[in-house]
């Protein structure tokens, strides 16, 4: 089956949601928790800068990685998975076949 071609139940669509959402809020509290670590370490301009280019990095990073179209909801959440962003048990919902495709994926 084409992974972009899924058809989502409304169901499907929720543990999605939830799941997505989850995955994004993990991984913006470790982004939080660095920001302040580099923050308390602010000594010279070189490091506010050095901040600044970080939080630079991870907004284009995490804008262009959370993309919730169905047509690449598959493949975003085997690279969530992959980082460790996202769990098994976020997945708990959805349809067996999508969950495989995730996985797999994942594991490549």
Same mark, same amino acid.
């Given at each position: #089956? !084409?992974?972009? !071609?899924?058809?989502?139940?409304?169901?499907?669509?929720?543990?999605?949601?939830?799941?997505?959402?989850?995955?994004?809020?993990?991984?913006?509290?470790?982004?939080?928790?660095?920001? !302040?670590?580099?923050?308390?370490?602010?000594?010279?301009?070189?490091?506010?800068?050095?901040? %600044?280019?970080?939080?630079?990095?991870?907004?284009?990073?995490?804008?262009?990685?959370?993309?919730?179209?169905?047509?690449?909801?598959?493949?975003?959440?085997?690279?969530? #998975?992959?980082?460790?962003?996202? %769990?098994?048990?976020?997945?708990?919902?959805? %349809?067996?076949?999508?969950?495989?495709?995730?996985?797999?994926?994942? !594991?490549?």
């Amino acid at each position: #089956m !084409n992974a972009r !071609n899924l058809t989502w139940s409304k169901t499907e669509k929720s543990v999605a949601r939830q799941a997505f959402d989850s995955a994004y809020r993990r991984e913006c509290a470790t982004v939080a928790q660095r920001i !302040n670590a580099m923050s308390r370490d602010i000594a010279n301009p070189t490091d506010m800068w050095r901040l %600044h280019d970080f939080l630079s990095e991870k907004r284009q990073e995490i804008d262009t990685k959370y993309d919730y179209r169905y047509s690449v909801l598959i493949f975003v959440f085997a690279r969530l #998975m992959q980082e460790g962003w996202l %769990h098994a048990s976020d997945l708990d919902g959805l %349809h067996a076949e999508k969950v495989s495709m995730i996985q797999a994926l994942a !594991n490549m």
